[in-house]
């Protein structure tokens, strides 16, 4: 299986501030039809894993621009430019190319 | 407005069954691939089982392999998990998700305990 690996786990910020989660997969994630099938999830407290990102960078519709996603092949990156106190939560990486589909083990994210 | 709702969770004894369902409304069920993802308690997310919009292709994770079942009746916009010889460690709740994860729903839980 794929495994991807995240970092910090957790991860207190202060409002405003810029955050930033890292993910790592075990085999490279760019498809054939060039596309790279990288997600991101957010998950509140007591709620449903919600997509933030797909296929590497595409932002969901509805989704804040503050959040941006990057990276290529193996190394992923999530960034919040300016966090605020609704994202607080716990945010996923996922790859979707090789079966079973795979999650990172999760990144916290609080407020200092 | 899309919309995914789970049902047929409960408590079951360790080596019983359940079957839960996801009924989907608000977009066209018969071109999309379905799945279903679980989270144990306070863990995070595990992919179990994946159907083709088709049926043409299904995938299980290993955990569960031989044990679970997936099924879809396009007709009916209506995604199932047959769950036979439950374990303590099946324990979770069970989401069905849309895609890869671009819809999920609120989630069903399963207890397995004696």
């Known amino acids: 299986d794929v495994v991807m690996t995240q970092s910090p786990l957790s991860l207190p910020v202060t409002l405003g501030q810029p955050a930033s989660i890292s993910c790592r997969s075990s085999?490279?994630?760019?498809?054939?039809?060039?596309?790279?099938?990288l997600n991101w999830f957010q998950q509140r407290p007591g709620q449903s894993p919600r997509r933030l990102i797909y296929k590497l960078s595409n932002r969901e519709s509805g989704v804040p621009d503050r959040f941006s996603g990057s990276g290529s092949g193996a190394d992923f990156t999530l960034k919040i430019s300016r966090v605020e106190a609704e994202d607080v939560g716990v945010y996923y990486c996922m790859q979707a190319i090789h079966w079973p589909w795979t999650f990172g083990q999760g990144t916290k994210v609080e407020i200092k | 407005e899309v919309q995914l709702v789970e049902s047929g969770g409960g408590l079951v004894q360790p080596g019983g069954s359940l079957r839960l369902s996801c009924e989907a409304s608000?977009?066209?069920?018969?071109?999309?691939?379905m799945s279903w993802v679980r989270q144990a308690p306070g863990k995070g997310l595990e992919w179990v089982s994946y159907?083709?919009?088709?049926?043409?292709?299904?995938y299980y994770a290993d955990s569960v392999k031989g044990r679970f079942t997936i099924s879809r009746d396009n007709a009916r916009n209506s995604l199932w998990l047959q769950m036979n010889s439950l374990r303590a460690e099946d324990t979770a709740v069970y989401y069905c998700?849309?895609?890869?994860?671009?819809?999920w729903g609120q989630g069903t839980l399963v207890t397995v305990s004696s």
């Open positions: 998700a849309r895609g890869q994860g671009g819809d």
């Open positions: 159907i083709s919009s088709s049926r043409s292709a299904i």
């Open positions: 085999q490279s994630l760019v498809h054939s039809d060039g596309n790279t099938y």
């Open positions: 608000g977009f066209i069920f018969s071109s999309y691939s």
